[in-house]
């Protein structure tokens, strides 16, 4: 993924992102079911985080490559990570296509709270990725 400065988040928008979660579950010859059963939750889930990423992963991967850090990372210290590039939470939030409040919900413990990082290091783990952009293609 690009670098971002606080300038190229105030002027450009969110980088578009294919999910490579078919070609990673394929690649480890496991099925929608299989790789469901791991991650407890639907075969349906699966089949359309094939098609696109759901917002609140496109989110947390965003910005974990955005702070160069890992989900593990990125929940301890998010609101030193964005004060650290400069930006507002209103401003990274409009970059992320999220509102204000709840930004700053997960910068207060919100994002902790939720299962988000963990079902990300779950299927990580369950794809045997690398990295996390193993994850997605960035489209132009």
């Keep these: 993924m690009k670098e971002y400065s606080a300038k190229k988040i105030l002027s450009s928008p969110i980088p578009k992102l294919k999910s490579c979660i078919l070609e990673q579950r394929t690649k480890r010859g496991m099925t ?12 349906n889930t699966i089949i359309a985080w094939e098609k696109e990423l759901p917002d609140w992963m496109f989110r947390v991967i965003v910005l974990c ?13 998010l609101d030193e990570k964005r004060k650290s590039i400069g930006v507002s939470q209103r401003q990274l939030a409009k970059f992320l296509g999220m509102t204000k409040n709840t930004y ?11 299962r988000y990082i963990p079902k990300l290091k779950q299927l990580y783990q369950a794809l045997n990725c690398s990295s996390l952009e193993d994850l997605y ?3 132009t």
Aim: glycine share 6%; net charge negative.
């Design 32 to 43: 929608q079911r299989q790789l469901a059963d791991a991650l407890d939750t639907t075969e």
């Design 65 to 77: 490559e955005l702070y160069n850090c890992s989900p593990d990372e990125l929940e301890k210290t």
């Design 104 to 114: 700053s919900n997960w910068e207060r413990g919100g994002l902790q709270k939720s």
């Design 137 to 139: 293609d960035e489209s």
